[in-house]
């Protein structure tokens, strides 16, 4: 048994398991060796009140145990949300998350992105803001960077996990032209497309053939801008009769802003979202998303940047699939559509 006056080691747990030191510390950091081997080893490392010391693992390894998660827009919710979980998920792994935020700012991420790298950080994982930026080719040539929601063309990443967004935005435009609207707009918090968010391409490709009219709408995360946004759309006389937001935050601009208008949801107008938070279904309406698989998204992120830090494996790729979740928030158009323009300005 080890001497309980001196700090446990991995030798200490290694006897206490029956395990060599070398499975030991791989089953601390959740690699190489079964579920089950990880669990006993961490509960006789608890048992013993082991604890690693970050600097001698630092000095001996030349790694921090500290992994940059640089986030697009914290203001949307579903951002917080997986970024709460990476921070969980990599905590787990015995990593520690550093979380900053660019404020839906290319220039600002440019920056963040590089204080991170210099602060030596073992990984970056982005939810990018600007996939086509020239700065991530140099950041991927110093440090592990693994990319959500969009893969970044012009670097070696390690991994990256994307969604398949194109089809969930033709099903959202063919629900709303099935319940009979004809002018739709979709609101969205990118200036334009890029590959693996298409949203541009989409709406012009699909509504066409769909026969409706789209328009696509550029509105920030954050509820008073999304409502502001919001407003201006729904106050116009030929205002839709659809929206399609592709993040549930905007949609409760929406909300907000139809409330303001005197509009009913969803007799006046439809509404859908896009990353089906919890609290859309306890909205009246409740509203009409798309649920994206966020612990597989977890679970693959951590592991490949966890395997990219270790043993230096790259280019993997993942692509994530939602699931509609119909509510109560769309209804065909009113008949005749409701005219005039309201007047004032939002609240």
């Not at 996990?161 to 969205?188: K, P």
């Not at 328009?215 to 399609?244: C, F, I, K, M």
């Amino acid at each position: 048994m080890p001497d309980r006056r001196r700090r446990p080691t991995l030798k200490d747990i290694a006897e206490e398991t029956g395990l060599s030191a070398a499975a030991v510390s791989y089953a601390l950091r959740g690699l190489q060796v079964p579920v089950e081997t990880q669990d006993r080893v961490r509960e006789a490392a608890e048992r013993l009140g082991y604890q690693a010391d970050p600097i001698a693992r630092a000095l001996a390894s030349g790694r921090t145990g500290n992994v940059g998660l640089l986030c697009g827009s914290l203001e949307d919710i579903w951002q917080q949300g997986v970024a709460a979980a990476l921070g969980r998920g990599l905590l787990q792994a015995g990593r520690q998350a550093l979380i900053v935020d660019a404020t839906n700012s290319p220039e600002q991420e440019r920056t963040l992105a590089a204080r991170l790298v210099d602060q030596r950080v073992d990984a970056l994982i982005a939810m990018p803001i600007d996939p086509k930026a020239a700065h991530w080719a140099g950041i991927a040539e110093r440090v592990v960077l693994v990319s959500i929601g969009d893969g970044l063309p012009g670097a070696a990443t390690a991994a990256e996990v994307v969604f398949d967004n194109e089809a969930a935005v033709a099903d959202a435009l063919r629900e709303l032209a099935n319940a009979g609207h004809r002018r739709v707009a979709v609101l969205t918090s990118m200036s334009e497309s890029t590959p693996d968010r298409p949203a541009e391409a989409v709406v012009h490709r699909v509504g066409p053939a769909l026969g409706i009219d789209v328009r696509l709408v550029t509105a920030p995360h954050d509820l008073q801008g999304a409502t502001a946004a919001a407003w201006r759309l729904l106050s116009a006389a030929d205002r839709p009769t659809g929206v399609l937001c592709l993040s549930d935050s905007l949609a409760y601009g929406v909300y907000a802003a139809a409330r303001e208008l005197g509009l009913a949801l969803p007799q006046d107008v439809s509404v859908m979202g896009f990353d089906d938070h919890p609290l859309s279904a306890l909205l009246t309406p409740p509203l009409s998303s798309y649920r994206w698989p966020v612990e597989e998204l977890v679970t693959t992120v951590v592991r490949r940047t966890v395997e990219a830090i270790e043993q230096g494996s790259t280019g993997r790729r993942r692509v994530l699939v939602a699931q509609p979740r119909r509510r109560g928030s769309v209804a065909p158009p009113p008949v005749p559509a409701a005219a005039g323009v309201a007047e004032g300005t939002p609240s």
